[in-house]
């Protein structure tokens, strides 16, 4: 079997929940909207917040310092530093 796959087997994987980071040859797709809706509400409930839309979310996390999903997604240093500012939004205390 070939390491590439097949269009069908991409919307498979994708309606199960699956996201293919990168294909062979070192291509890399955008990160889907599900997906970054996903995050974006994952996020914000970690910080103890529930806004009601894509860009409510994703303005309220950059007015508090949270980086975007694109650079969530892909700088593990971001990501270490998101925890304490979630920590502390949860906890209601200014963002460090």
């Known amino acids: ?3 590439d796959w097949s ?3 991409r919307r498979c994987l994708e309606a199960l929940g699956f996201v293919v980071y990168r294909e062979v ?3 890399r797709p955008a990160a889907p ?9 994952a996020v914000v409930r970690a910080a103890g917040a529930e806004p009601v839309s894509l ?7 950059a007015q508090r ?3 975007p999903v694109a650079q969530l997604r ?5 990501k270490r530093a998101l925890w304490p500012r979630l920590r502390a939004l949860r906890a209601g ?3 460090p």
């Open 25 to 27: 040859g070192g291509a």
């Open 33 to 41: 909207g599900g997906a970054d809706r996903r995050l974006l509400d």
């Open 55 to 61: 860009s409510d979310a994703a303005a309220w996390l």
């Open 74 to 78: 892909g700088d593990p240093a971001a």
């Open 7 to 9: 269009v069908g087997q």
């Open 1 to 3: 079997m070939s390491g």
């Open 65 to 67: 310092g949270v980086p």
């Open 93 to 95: 205390r200014a963002t």
